[in-house]
């Protein structure tokens, strides 16, 4: 499956690619992860954001490590002003 697209400080998933099938989401340690229909109102903007960067950044095509500050970030309010684009 080539859902996941990585970029400089943020993981995104195709929508175009993605069937829905709920594979990934208890894989996501950050639980950030929802199926479409379910994803929280507050973050129904990243689908469009997700559906941009999908088409510009490369598919992930192994599991990786999480970054070494991936905690300290986890649950953080606000990241969106601190997306890099490229």
């Not at 697209?5 to 069937?19: K, M, R, T």
């Not at 989401?25 to 689908?47: M, Y």
């Not at 992930?60 to 490590?65: A, G, L, T």
């Amino acid at each position: 499956m080539d859902c996941f697209h990585e970029g400089p400080n943020f993981l995104v998933i195709d929508p175009e690619e993605c069937i829905d099938c709920t594979l990934c989401v208890p894989e996501c340690p950050a639980e950030a992860i929802f199926a479409e229909d379910d994803v929280p109102e507050e973050q129904r903007r990243f689908i469009a954001i997700n559906a941009e960067l999908a088409k510009e950044w490369p598919v992930i095509v192994e599991r990786m490590e999480p970054l070494a500050d991936a905690d300290e970030w986890n649950h953080k309010p606000d990241k969106l002003k601190y997306l890099q684009r490229s």
